[in-house]
């Protein structure tokens, strides 16, 4: 099956019963200049704006899967120049979902979206509460 749109972009479907389904995609090409997406900058401005701060930062909130970098791989980041700091994973993904695809592991604190501010809150001061630090 043969989908046409505007613009000369094309979609291709070939299905076959017992052997799956493949998608041709065909878009036209283009010399405009890739702009990485503004979401992407949000880790690295937090990032600067963390070092350049010379008091104490008692929690990261972050979300687990991000454009740019993992949350797993932006609290590794962070660890190394603030080890003490505790850290409250989010995701709109189950919990056992994002172990079960190796991003977090269990035992880190985890909070399911959507959730509200009460919610948040009792998992914030639940993190800080605690002795010792996961994650």
């Known amino acids: ?4 749109g505007r613009s000369n972009r094309s979609v291709f479907v ?6 799956g389904t ?9 010399d405009a ?3 990485e997406p503004v979401a992407s900058y949000a880790p690295r401005e ?10 104490p930062v008692h929690l990261l909130l972050t979300d687990v ?6 949350g797993r791989d932006l609290v590794d980041i962070v660890r190394q120049s603030r080890p003490e700091i505790r850290v409250l994973f989010a995701s709109g993904y189950t919990d056992d979902a994002v172990v079960r695809h190796g991003v977090i592991e269990y035992g880190v604190d985890f909070i ?3 959730f509200g501010p009460k919610q948040l809150l009792g ?6 509460d605690r002795q010792g630090h996961t994650a």
């Not at 099956?1 to 046409?4: A, G, K, L, P, V």
């Open 1 to 4: 099956m043969r989908i046409q």
């Open 14 to 19: 070939y299905s076959e019963l017992g052997h």
């Open 22 to 30: 493949a998608f041709k995609i065909y878009l036209p090409k283009t």
């Open 33 to 35: 200049a890739i702009v």
């Open 46 to 55: 937090a990032l600067g704006l963390l070092r350049e701060h010379t008091g």
């Open 65 to 70: 899967v991000m454009p740019s970098m993992s």
């Open 112 to 114: 399911q979206k959507p």
């Open 123 to 128: 998992k914030v001061r639940e993190v800080l």
